[in-house]
């Protein structure tokens, strides 16, 4: 595992902000863009935020973008994780840009199909995706793989039923998220700590813990989340 901590929220967005562009660029020097899937929640919001600032000078041609989860509702609805990233930053994309959104407004089980479809056209094979961002909610779910939910599956895409405190979901699965490049898991405040430990505790039974035990997750904190994580020693 691989942590990077920042001293603060925004710092925090601003350095992967700025690692985001440099493999975008790197990935270009190959002839091909950044496949990078999006998260949802609230946390990548000041990253999102950040990537519109400097929407004048990122290497658009470089980025093909994915989300990692989606709920089933249409890109104007406020619920949508499409909506978050596009509102500040992904409104400002050039003509030519590869935004596959998740068709939510179809409903949860035709959107995954869509999506799933997609992702094999435009991944698999071979080609996934380069990187995918996931934050962690406090059950030690990651994108929307909540506790209980089916992880053994030979999909890249999934439905997730509505619950009656949350709504139907359209997500990565869990074989998509462990064949990605690589992860990156974004996640401030102490608050954060406890999910994150409960997750990489020993036999761990949470997404997450079931994620890390297939493929390896870079971690990138601010410093309240890292320090309630490993708090330094004691006086
Ligand atoms: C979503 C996200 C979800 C999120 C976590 C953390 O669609 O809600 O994909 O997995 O990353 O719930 O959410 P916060 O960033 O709001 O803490």
């Known amino acids: 595992m691989i942590f990077t ?18 493999e975008a660029q790197a990935t270009w020097a190959h002839a091909r863009p950044l496949r990078i899937a999006l998260s949802g929640g609230s946390t990548p919001r000041r990253l999102y935020e950040e990537l519109g600032q400097r929407a004048a000078t990122l290497p658009w041609q470089a980025l093909e973008i994915f989300f990692s989860d989606e709920r089933a509702v ?34 949860a089980d035709a959107a995954a199909d869509a999506y799933e479809d997609t992702l094999r056209r435009a991944a698999g094979a071979g080609r996934d995706l380069d990187i995918v961002l996931l934050g962690v909610g ?22 997730v039923a509505a619950t009656p405190d949350r709504q139907a979901r359209i997500t990565l699965t869990l074989p998509a998220l462990a064949a990605a490049r690589r992860r990156i898991l974004l ?30 997750v870079e971690f990138w904190l601010d410093r309240a989340a890292a320090q309630a994580l490993c708090p330094p020693p004691g006086p």
């Open 5 to 22: 901590v920042a001293d603060d929220a925004e710092s925090l967005a601003q350095a992967l902000a700025d690692r985001l562009i440099v």
């Open 74 to 107: 249409g890109p104007e609805d406020a619920a949508s994780n499409f909506r978050l990233a596009y509102l500040p930053w992904l409104s400002q994309a050039p003509p030519g840009v590869l935004i596959h959104r998740i068709p939510g407004e179809l409903g």
């Open 138 to 159: 406090a059950d030690g779910h990651i994108a929307s793989l909540f506790p209980g939910a089916a992880l053994t599956t030979t999909r890249l895409a999934q439905a």
């Open 187 to 216: 996640a401030e405040g102490a608050g954060k700590a406890v999910a994150l430990r409960a997750s990489l505790a020993p036999n761990a039974g949470t997404p997450l813990a079931r994620l890390l035990a297939q493929a390896p």
